[in-house]
């Protein structure tokens, strides 16, 4: 997970800083998904005891 932004020199400072956004929302969209993965595995674990 990279947290980037479009640095394209045409752009402005807004576009620059929607793409942050957009970067940091996946970042945050991908920790979810990991964390739910995560809590089926532990649930997993637990029901095979």
């Not at 793409?19 to 595995?41: A, H, N, P, V």
Request: aromatic share 2%; glycine share 2%; no cysteine.
């Amino acid at each position: 997970m990279i947290i980037d932004y479009d640095r394209n020199p045409a752009l402005t400072v807004d576009q620059k800083l929607q793409s942050l956004i957009d970067s940091i929302q996946r970042m945050g969209d991908e920790m979810t998904e990991k964390i739910e993965d995560l809590r089926k595995e532990v649930k997993e674990l637990q029901e095979s005891e």
